[in-house]
C-alpha cells in the first residue's frame, strides 16, 4: 500500500466519505465540507455550526446524487449534487 499526505487548510477532518461519482468529501472540526481533487482541496462549504461528524451516502438509485452530513450542532443536510 502507498499512501499520500495531504492536509487540510481550514481545520481537522472529523469525517470522510467518497460520494458523487466516488469523489472525495470531507467534514471538518469548524463544520466545513470539503471536496477533493486527489490530494488536492476543493471548494469549501460552511454548512453547520460545529464539527462535522458524519457523512452518508443515499442508498439506491439517488446514491450518485444525493448525500447528508449529520453534525454536532444537531443538524442533519441532505447535499443535491
Do not use: R
Amino acid at each position: 500500500m502507498n499512501g499520500k499526505k495531504s492536509t487540510l487548510g481550514k481545520s481537522s477532518p472529523t469525517s470522510v466519505c467518497y460520494v458523487l461519482d466516488g469523489k472525495l468529501v470531507t467534514g471538518g472540526t469548524k463544520g466545513e465540507l470539503t471536496t477533493w481533487n486527489g490530494t488536492s482541496e476543493g471548494k469549501t462549504y460552511k454548512s453547520h455550526e460545529d464539527s462535522i461528524w458524519c457523512i452518508e451516502k443515499c442508498p439506491g438509485k439517488d446514491a450518485k446524487t444525493l448525500f447528508f452530513t449529520g453534525g454536532n450542532d444537531g443538524k442533519v443536510i441532505q447535499w443535491n449534487a
